[in-house]
């Protein structure tokens, strides 16, 4: 399966930005997707997941309460809704595929896409 990740940008300390992850196949559906990143000279981190269906989601610690990854397998399309951004969260930041249940774990992951950046300023 192919992943295209968009929605990244430039915003302020306190801004929003909501990435996307859309997928080229309808079987994306059955598919758990996870959300890293990867800051300069930093290893990549788990950010967030969510099962096929949506029914279950994990957040990292440092971004809890003010990052939501969600889904709409209509549209073959998963979600990261980023508030309160702050200039620790700029990183690119890349979405995941993989079957099965959602894992936290980067080389769980089978299928990657490319990337968006994500620049906070403060």
């Known amino acids: 399966v192919q992943l295209q990740a968009s929605g990244g940008g430039l915003v302020q300390a306190g801004g929003s930005l909501r990435l996307s992850c859309a997928a080229s196949?309808?079987?994306?559906?059955?598919?758990?997707v996870g959300w890293f990143r990867q800051a300069p000279g930093k290893e990549r981190e788990f950010v967030a997941a969510i099962t096929w269906s949506g029914s279950i989601t994990d957040h990292a610690d440092s971004v809890k309460g003010r990052f939501t990854i969600s889904r709409d397998n209509a549209k073959n399309t998963v979600y990261l809704q980023m508030d309160s951004l702050k200039p620790e969260d700029t990183a690119v930041y890349y979405c995941?595929?993989?079957?099965?249940?959602?894992?936290?774990?980067?080389?769980?992951?089978?299928?990657w896409g490319q990337g968006t950046q994500v620049t906070v300023s403060s």
């Open positions: 196949e309808h079987t994306f559906s059955t598919y758990a």
């Open positions: 995941a595929a993989k079957r099965g249940g959602p894992r936290v774990v980067a080389p769980e992951y089978a299928y």
